[in-house]
């Protein structure tokens, strides 16, 4: 019987969107690792650095896989000490503590680290210039696990959702039961990215990363679209599944969702207006590439318990 690649995996934010969907995907590779040991915030409190530390150092993994973080965008303006500890100060911890054990991690990181100002997407080299609270805690993570100086692989997403956790998708869907119309942002544009492909496309690296690849990648599904897309492609793909699955009825239909501009809905935290990554790099190092967002929305809608 082949060794495993890994003998011991920490994953953390289980219940999380990426984390859940992580899980699960490991689970399904057992001949990829000895064991995995999942923790979620119940388990590790990653604002406490020094739980942080005593957790890394009992576990002893070879990888650890950290996607939780602090993911309320508009609270972390009224919340910056919170999101800096989970966001910045952690990732920092755990790449510390990888270190010292001669570990490899891997992070995930958001397109919220840019502005939002270029023409076309986003590469990997681009200035980074993050708008929100949010934003900038990502993007300290990012600092920090590069001065620990160990293997590790940080995956920018975006505007990432999936049938399990709360996200874009359930939030529509509610809304789309409960009234006739609904008024939708239309000129941010970005790829939803399903927590399904990205755990996917984890393991595909795992398969090839041999350790001495390390920065940063873009991970998010092809094309894109804006929110009022997003919001339109979701109500017409539920309708089209929603007889065969006896689904619940939508009051809302496409036609009935108002696009609208950003100043119309004001939020505390700012957003970038262009989310567009370019995920060339992944796709030249590692031969990953994702599928059409569209795509991977209808997988993720299948997946959907009785709704």
């Known amino acids: 019987?082949?060794?495993?690649?890994?003998?011991?995996?920490?994953?953390?934010?289980?219940?999380?969107?990426?984390?859940?969907?992580?899980?699960?995907?490991?689970?399904?590779?057992p001949d990829l690792f000895g064991e995995l040991v999942c923790l979620d915030k119940s388990k590790l409190d990653l604002s406490n650095p020094q739980a942080i530390r005593d957790a890394v150092q009992a576990i002893q993994p070879d990888l650890i896989i950290n996607p939780a973080a602090y993911t309320a965008v508009d609270k972390a303006e009224s919340e910056p000490d919170l999101a800096y500890a989970i966001n910045a100060i952690a990732p920092g911890v755990l790449a510390e503590e990888a270190a010292k054990l001669g570990a490899k991690l891997i992070h995930f990181s958001t397109d919220y680290v840019y502005a939002g100002n270029k023409v076309g997407a986003y590469v990997e080299s681009d200035a980074t210039a993050p708008l929100s609270v949010y934003g900038k805690s990502k993007l300290a993570g990012e600092v920090a696990i590069r001065k620990a100086g160990l293997p590790a692989l940080i995956f920018r997403t975006s505007w990432v959702y999936g049938a399990y956790g709360k996200n874009f998708l359930h939030t529509i869907l509610r809304l789309a039961k409960e009234r006739e119309q609904l008024r939708i942002v239309a000129d941010q544009v970005g790829a939803p990215t399903s927590s399904f492909c990205i755990a996917q496309a984890v393991l595909q690296v795992l398969a090839g990363w041999d350790g001495e690849r390390s920065g940063v990648y873009h991970l998010v599904n092809a094309g894109h679209t804006t929110w009022h897309g997003f919001a339109s492609a979701i109500v017409e793909d539920y309708a089209q599944l929603q007889s065969a699955r006896h689904w619940q009825p939508l009051k809302a239909v496409v036609a009935n969702i108002e696009p609208i501009a950003t100043?119309?809905?004001?939020?505390?935290?700012?957003?970038?207006?262009?989310?567009?990554?370019?995920?060339?790099?992944?796709?030249?190092d590692f031969s990953v590439q994702l599928p059409d967002w569209r795509d991977a929305l209808m997988t993720e809608l299948q997946a959907l318990p009785n709704s």
């Open 1 to 29: 019987m082949q060794s495993p690649t890994y003998k011991k995996i920490l994953l953390t934010g289980v219940n999380g969107q990426v984390g859940h969907a992580l899980q699960q995907a490991l689970l399904n590779q």
């Open 263 to 284: 100043a119309e809905y004001p939020t505390p935290a700012v957003r970038p207006a262009n989310s567009c990554l370019d995920c060339t790099k992944l796709s030249t």
